[in-house]
């Protein structure tokens, strides 16, 4: 069983749509990220979470928001979706007490979203 | 501030052949690097990274890096390329402030391709 799952892995909306796009992690990892990738652009960070009562901003965090439901739950919304939005959204864990040297980022599988 | 930059968002290569992909980066503190890899449909998957500990880091499925400061490289290689290796590889960089958490910039990507 996947340690990062996503869903929906696929999500067509429209212009307008209010929609959320879940993660779940079964690794214990008390850090949590969302990302967009983009041709060409690479990852950028769009909203990360140390713990379940610290939520911070990443670089392009405009238009969305997060929720941090539980340790092991994060979730991503698009409260008005516009089709800039279209992208492939990436959640990824990592662990605190392995910060610094050995802290990796694991990543779920992706959600792939077109907003028409 | 840091940032990365990957040299060729295309490479093609024969199976059997060098694999070469490039990677510098900028940083005003001692980095952290990564590579990471994408395959089809997948999330990333961590090849390799880089702490400081060796300049030269071997990684996952025959690849390895190595850091050069004075050039601001952190270049991938692999002697000989396997049709398998065929793939998204994202080179990364974070900063080693173990209070702000491993923050990740990544690189816009390099598709590597496989020619039998």
């Known amino acids: 069983d996947a340690d990062v799952t996503q869903t929906p892995r696929n999500r067509i909306t429209k212009t307008g749509k209010r929609i959320m796009l879940e993660c779940s992690q079964t690794k214990g990892h008390d850090r949590m990220y969302w990302y967009r990738q983009d041709p060409g652009l690479g990852l950028r960070l769009i909203y990360y979470s140390f713990d379940v009562k610290d939520i911070n901003k990443g670089e392009i965090s405009d238009g969305y928001s997060v929720s941090r439901q539980a340790q092991a739950k994060f979730s991503l919304s698009l409260e008005s979706a516009i089709p800039n939005q279209t992208a492939l959204y990436f959640c990824a864990t990592s662990d605190r007490r392995l910060a610094g040297v050995q802290e990796t980022q694991y990543f779920g599988p992706g959600t792939r979203l077109l907003v028409l | 501030a840091q940032s990365v930059t990957q040299l060729g968002s295309h490479v093609s290569v024969s199976e059997g052949a060098l694999v070469l992909l490039r990677c510098n980066y900028s940083?005003?503190?001692?980095?952290?690097l990564f590579w990471y890899v994408q395959y089809p449909n997948q999330g990333l998957q961590l090849l390799l990274k880089?702490?400081?500990?060796?300049?030269l880091v071997k990684g996952i499925n025959g690849f390895e890096a190595e850091f050069k400061k004075s050039e601001t490289s952190f270049h991938l290689t692999k002697p000989s390329a396997h049709m398998s290796d065929a793939a998204e590889y994202f080179c990364a960089v974070s900063a080693k402030n173990n209070n702000a958490g491993n923050m990740l910039t990544f690189g816009g990507g390099t598709r590597l391709m496989v020619k039998p």
């Open positions: 940083s005003s503190v001692p980095p952290y």
């Open positions: 880089y702490t400081s500990a060796a300049t």
